[in-house]
């Protein structure tokens, strides 16, 4: 089996680390206190503390767990594509210069 040594370490050391970890409790607060308190909170979090504040929070649910099914939504209605800003999806292939042959399996 194949083992993924340092990479801990040199996600630890990345820009993407740093970002991610001072993001941390913008939704937690959200979550936790509401759109306008929570969103003065974040505010205080990034702006002054700039993501540093000296505790992490949680949110009481997993993110895949506040998710909803699809069967209970209501089915987005979109306009239809008028060739200038939006395209059928026959056009959008044909712009991407996409070539294969027709009866080529998927992959």
């Not at 990479?7 to 607060?29: F, I």
């Not at 979109?78 to 044909?94: A, C, E, N, R």
């Not at 712009?95 to 998927?106: M, R, V």
Request: net charge negative; hydrophobic share 30%; glycine share 4%.
């Amino acid at each position: 089996s194949e083992e993924l040594t340092g990479y801990t370490q040199r996600y630890k050391d990345s820009w993407v680390y740093e970002e991610l970890h001072r993001a941390r409790n913008t939704m937690p607060l959200m979550h936790k206190l509401g759109l306008f308190l929570g969103s003065a909170c974040v505010w205080i979090d990034q702006y002054i503390f700039r993501g540093h504040l000296p505790f992490t929070l949680t949110d009481s649910k997993p993110d895949h767990a506040q998710l909803k099914p699809a069967s209970k939504m209501e089915k987005p209605d979109y306009p239809k594509p008028d060739g200038v800003i939006s395209f059928d999806k026959l056009s959008s292939v044909f712009i991407t210069n996409t070539s294969h042959e027709e009866d080529q399996p998927c992959h």
